[in-house]
């Protein structure tokens, strides 16, 4: 429990960093052709840095509450035929499996 905690603030203190520092990152990384050419014509990188850090973020936190399993399946349960975020993955893969057959 105090691990997960842990990790989960690191993920976060690291997504702060990302978006307090973009112009660190961006001078030391180098920019990003795709963020550039499709976010705007200047500081598409900078956003995107700023995107990443805010989804690293919300990750972080996630981890650290013990949510990121409930969100997980609540996000992408339709693509394993999962219809209840509370049911447990395992026995709602082999009721899948079970229905293939």
Same mark, same amino acid.
């Given at each position: 429990m105090i $691990?997960?905690?842990?990790?989960?603030l690191v993920i976060v203190a690291?997504?702060? #960093?990302?978006?307090?520092?973009?112009?660190?990152?961006?001078?030391?990384?180098?920019?990003?052709?795709?963020a550039e050419e499709k976010m705007a014509s200047m500081g598409g990188s900078r956003l995107m840095y700023k995107l990443i850090g805010i989804l690293l973020?919300?990750?972080? #936190? $996630?981890?650290?509450?013990? $949510?990121?399993?409930?969100?997980?399946?609540? $996000?992408?349960?339709w693509l394993f035929g999962i219809k209840n975020p509370q049911e447990d993955v395992y026995t709602s893969l082999i009721r899948g499996f079970r229905r293939l057959s």
């Open positions: $691990l997960r905690i842990l990790l989960g690291v997504g702060f #960093i990302f978006v307090w520092k973009t112009a660190w990152f961006q001078q030391n990384v180098g920019s990003i052709a795709w973020m919300i990750i972080g #936190i $996630l981890v650290a509450t013990d $949510l990121y399993r409930t969100a997980f399946i609540s $996000l992408f349960g």
